[in-house]
T-cell receptor, first 111, second 113 residues
Framework: KNEVEQSPQNLTAQEGEFITINCSYS?????LHWLQQHPGGGIVSLFM???GKKKHGRLIATINIQEKHSSLHITASHPRDSAVYIC?????????????FGKGTKLTVNP | NAGVTQTPKFQVLKTGQSMTLQCAQD?????MSWYRQDPGMGLRLIHY???????DQGEVPNGYNVSRSTTEDFPLRLLSAAPSQTSVYFC????????????FGPGTRLTVT
């Protein structure tokens, strides 16, 4: 079983809608990343969280350590937000410098 | 800054051939890593390095070799290519480990026939 589960797998929205993508993990973590993979394949980092909430433009990421859950929100979605959004975590065991990735959520925003 | 660069962008190999995927970064990052991405699966760690001269195995290291002789470069060697190694390969780097922002290269699409 993958240690990192994302939901939904696929999401279609209309331009302007509020989007939520969820990430749940089964191990203790020290860091959680949200990444965006463009249709052309490139991957960029959106957020790195260890607690609380971060905001950048129309994107908001939250994490609840006790519930082992993080959400990525997109306000006023736009077709250019269409991409695959990937959650990745660093476990706390053994001081390992390794990330475990979810399978991604494919978002399509229609005009 | 060029960021993280990878060459080649595309490669076709025959089973049994060997090759090296190149990765370089100009941000003086200590941490570098190699991932493979396959359809329906998340990115999986192949090997990583926390600094020059130090490498370690990830989740799927078999069939791959790495070395880190300089801070800038982290090449990935396929020793004897197999069809199961058909994948998209990404190199990434960060300041000092996976608790820092990760910077990804553009990827190399490898097909082994």
């Amino acid at each position: 079983k993958n240690e990192v589960e994302q939901s939904p797998q696929n999401l279609t929205a209309q331009e302007g809608e509020f989007i939520t993508i969820n990430c749940s993990y089964s191990v203790g973590i020290s860091a959680l990343h949200w990444l965006q993979q463009h249709p052309g394949g490139g991957i960029v980092s959106l957020f790195m969280l260890s607690s609380g909430k971060k905001k950048h433009g129309r994107l908001i990421a939250t994490i609840n350590i006790q519930e082992k859950h993080s959400s990525l929100h997109i306000t006023a979605s736009h077709p250019r937000d269409s991409a695959v959004y990937i959650c990745a975590v660093r476990g706390t065991q053994g001081g390992s410098e390794k990330l475990v990735f979810g399978k991604g959520t494919k978002l399509t925003v229609n005009p | 800054n060029a960021g993280v660069t990878q060459t080649p962008k595309f490669q076709v190999l025959k089973t049994g051939q060997s090759m090296t995927l190149q990765c370089a970064q100009d941000m003086n990052h200590e941490y570098m890593s190699w991932y493979r991405q396959d359809p329906g699966m998340g990115l999986r760690l192949i090997h990583y390095s926390v600094g020059a001269g130090i490498t370690d195995q990830g989740e799927v290291p078999n069939g791959y070799n790495v070395s880190r002789s300089t801070t800038e470069d982290f090449p990935l060697r396929l020793l004897s290519a197999a069809p199961s190694q058909t994948s998209v390969y990404f190199c990434a780097s960060s300041y000092a480990g996976v608790s820092y922002e990760q910077y990804f290269g553009p990827g190399t699409r490898l097909t082994v026939t």
